[in-house]
């Protein structure tokens, strides 16, 4: 029942932000408080997709970020394939060592879903034209009343019913790992994004948000 709240409570938190804001929500974020602050002065940045584009996006993306943190990233695609980085990690870590870099960031999708939002329907009412006011006196025809029947179809009360509507999101969740040379976990930060808009805009916002912990954590 927690879990359950605490997702349905990322999700709105979530979906705040499709009123203009950033898709992203971090999730969880944790690093080594051993780790000296600064420390962290190159990073091989391997980003794990399916599509090639978004792997570039994301190594690009962060390599930028950590530019902006006074660090250096250094892409993986320049380097090896997709097949290379899950088949051969000793060149991998050869490589990581022969550029200098004194940890690797791999960042990934790991899983989805689909939530459905229910707003509920609601009824409200207008008046247009004259409004009615009671009041105890002599009758006397009004000057509409003289006017003629049709003078009647100037005033109404509008009945507008709007029904409750359901709307599927997808949710992504991200995930940021960042390890020294001995292959030991020293940052971590998950994410939720929701699937609203392209892709390119959407790895943007998520590396935005991530890089605000990066900087929080003083590693960097």
């Not at 420390?39 to 980003?47: A, D, E, L, Q």
């Not at 902006?68 to 695609?77: E, F, M, P, W």
């Not at 004259?130 to 025809?141: C, I, L």
């Not at 509507?165 to 997808?170: A, G, I, M, P």
């Amino acid at each position: 029942m927690e879990r359950a709240a605490i997702r349905w409570t990322l999700l709105l938190s979530a979906l705040v932000f499709l009123a203009g804001c950033s898709s992203t929500q971090m999730a969880a974020t944790w690093h080594d408080p051993n780790v000296p602050s600064g420390s962290v002065k190159k990073v091989f940045v391997i980003g794990v997709a399916k599509d090639q584009l978004n792997r570039r996006l994301v190594e690009d993306q962060f390599a930028a970020k950590l530019a902006s943190l006074g660090s250096r990233g250094v892409q993986s695609y320049n380097y090896f394939s997709d097949t290379q980085l899950k088949d051969d990690k000793d060149a991998v870590m050869a490589k990581v060592r022969e550029l200098g870099c004194d940890a690797v960031l791999v960042t990934m999708a790991t899983g989805s879903r689909t939530e459905t939002v229910i707003t509920p329907g609601r009824t409200y009412g207008t008046v247009r034209g004259d409004s009615y006011r009671y009041e105890r006196r002599r009758y006397t025809p009004s000057d509409r009343s003289r006017r003629g029947w049709d003078d009647y179809y100037r005033s109404s009360f509008d009945i507008t019913h709007e029904p409750a509507t359901s709307t599927d999101f997808k949710v992504v969740t991200m995930e940021s790992n960042l390890y020294n040379l001995d292959k030991k976990l020293i940052w971590s930060a998950q994410a939720e994004t929701v699937i609203d808009k392209p892709v390119g805009e959407l790895i943007t916002e998520f590396v935005d948000e991530v890089g605000k912990d990066m900087a929080a954590s003083g590693l960097f």
